[in-house]
């Protein structure tokens, strides 16, 4: 395969997972806004943006957070490069650069689903129809995950397209749990208080988490339990140590189709260890954010090298 | 221009009766349901749409892809007539490729006085680098779109011959591949020639005409401009269908004397370059220096024999119109028969009698320049203003050779499907031809684009034309 095309497939699944996780937010940030008073729901859409990590370009355009000028500015917003018009517009264009990797079927999932994104996105987004984008992104992801699983040959295509996705998904889990740590430190939680436990639910929200959890802890809220779970808990597909299961094996797989392992699989191992054998007690103690800090960096490291490994640019 | 009344109707005898071509499809057509016909003919567009069928348009504000409007209703050729024309493109692909040989070697043809020295020396495609080389397996021409008009029953005239980089072919497989979601029925009850293989023969083709320095089984690719190429789907379309990589300029290098692909395993060679990027910009070295499309070193491979070139640079010769005026002498020339296909009368303007003649008639010809291409730079005159005409008659005489003339054709009709039903436009059809060291393909079938307005004669998708879904019969 070329190196250009596997560049293709990785930033095409990259950008999707990136589209995915921003209509993951924003659904739960208007949950949370139809559940809040006024002046708490203009906290709630300014931690939305933070968490998409938006902030810079949202404060450049617009002085005050409402409803409205938030999920406009995520969605189709021109001044936003982050917006999901604009995501899933590189996803559409690195799938034409990767036409002939991409099975028949997941370039039609992608595109027919960019047909209708477009046309969704053409006009100002009222609140009634929020969510109808939010559920094209993600039947659009589940469509192109599928294709991908049922449609696409298990040759290195496929491991590209499934690194980028668990390093985009990893990243994005890492940076939400960052910046919403300090409500997450149990040395400063005041358990009991509605409102925290509102943000914590906001948390596992954003990861579509929060069914699942409630499923494991049959309905007890902490933040250890949240963190634990979407840290360290391999059952969980938003975890971190379920992506990096899976990128292992995926980098594991391409280091064999390619008879040689690379600086990326090294980087693996490393960060791979980490995350098995510490406890949610030793992150805790060693610092949640300065945990979260670390993994992010080595996380962007083994992007890098699986860029350099496979020869993605001259 | 008057109606569509005049010209040779392919569906319908002059007194209304369906020709034997069409009978089973009428037949099928007059069974249809009115609404599920309009229904299908809406359901077409999204198929193409959700599949990605379309083209670039540049220019304004941003990029736009637009599709080429698809006609529901097929162009349909019996068994016989496409024999007849198999032989006559057969006879005259084989020129063509005899004669490119012998321009960039011998030129017996001028020696022989039956071509003009100037013409190659005002022959912009002409490429001197070539002279004396002779491509892999002697193919020149590996892939020929021979452009066709029909007047009548029996009479069908080359209009255009497309020896550098024939386009069009992904629609003749999509049509096709509509036509079969859309009416499977049709399918069971009138025996079509498939036209899907065409990729299967075209990598066969390529694989045969592999450079020396290749191994058993040639590596192909295809190379494209990029993704904001207008015809990058049609690109991607055909490497992934030839299980070819689709490869860019930055994607190749040139690598101890071949030239190699950036794999994600390193660089590996490549035998044989589909090329879509024209000839100047294929080697900033020998050609176009700023060009980023091609391959620094690729021209000094493939005269070393490391590659093959498909098409080989400097075959623009041919689709040159002046050019094309001395076919009949070169078919001739080269086969020692006379040609089965005619060539649309033509006059080269630089001959000074030809030019008089053009000059006192503009408003019956069709005025071409002879580089120009997709429709653009041409004087239909029966369909311009006076002042039109004025306009282009003084271009013309500033400088006379660069323009051919042609009288205004009376293109065949073929009924397309409007909302008042079916009613009669002009057609053209490119058939596709695959040439290799020791055989001619002819897929059977072609892109047949219609003129969708009534009674435009202007069939190229750049200027509002559609195409069809193009029927040989089975015998």
Known sequence: ???????????????????????????AGMRMALTRDLVTAEEEWRSVISTAGQRTAYEAKHGTYTGSQ????????????????????????????????????????????????DEQLKKPVAENRVLDTVATIRRAGTLAHGALAGSMLRDEGYHFARAGT????????????????????????????????GQWDQVLRSVSGDRAYRWLNAGQIDAKGICEFLILDDRFPRSLAFCYCALRDDLAALARLHGTEGQSNMLMRDADTRLTDLTIEEIFDQGLHEFLVEFTQDNSAIAEAISTDYRFLA | MSGTADFFNEMREPDGSVRDAYSSYCDWYDEQDARLLKRKHREAETNFRKTGITFNVYGEDEAEERLIPFDMVPRIITANEWRKLTKGIEQRVSALNAFMHDLYHRQE?????????????????????????TPPGGVYTHIVGIDLVRTGPDEFFVLEDNARTPSGVSYMLENRETMMAMYPELFMRVPVESVSDYPRRLAKSLAACAPAAAGDRPVVAVLTPGIYNSAYFEHAFLADQMGAELVEGSDLRVVDGRVAMRTTSGYKAVDVIYRRVDDE?????????DSVL??????????????????????????????????????????????????VETWRCADEDSLKYVLDNLEELVVKEVHGSGGYGMLVGPASSKKEIEKFRAKLVENPSNYIAQPTLSLSTCPIYTKKGLAPRHVDL?????????????????????????????????QGGGTKDTWVLKD
């Open chain 1, 1 to 27: 395969m070329l190196g250009r095309t596997a560049n293709g497939l990785f930033w095409m699944f990259r950008y999707l997972e990136r589209a995915e996780n921003t209509a993951r937010l924003l659904d």
């Open chain 1, 70 to 117: 938030v999920w406009n500015f995520m969605l189709r917003d021109k001044a936003n490069p982050s917006s999901i018009l604009a995501m899933f517009g590189l996803v559409r264009q690195n799938a034409r650069l990767a036409r002939n990797a991409i099975s028949g079927e997941l370039w039609e999932a992608i595109n027919e689903n960019w047909l209708v994104i």
């Open chain 1, 166 to 197: 668990f390093i985009e998904r990893a990243d994005s889990i890492s940076r939400i749990l960052d910046i919403k740590y300090y409500l997450l430190l149990p040395s400063l939680s005041y358990v009991g208080s509605s409102l925290d436990t």
């Open chain 2, 109 to 133: 043809i001028i020696r022989a006085g039956r071509l003009p020295q100037r013409l190659l020396r005002d022959n912009a495609a002409w490429l001197p680098n070539m002279v004396g080389f």
């Open chain 2, 281 to 289: 910009f294929l080697d900033p070295l020998t050609f176009n220096p």
């Open chain 2, 294 to 343: 091609g391959v620094p070193g690729i021209m000094d491979v493939y005269r070393s024999g490391g590659v093959t070139i498909a098409n080989a640079p400097g075959t623009g010769v041919c689709d040159d119109k002046a050019i094309y005026s001395f076919m009949p002498d070169i078919v001739e020339f080269y086969t020692g028969e006379k040609p089965l296909l005619p060539n």
């Open chain 2, 430 to 462: 490119r058939p596709y031809v695959l040439v290799s060291p020791d055989k001619i393909d002819i897929t059977p079938g072609g892109l047949t684009r219609v003129a969708l307005e009534e009674g435009s004669l202007v069939v190229n998708s750049s």
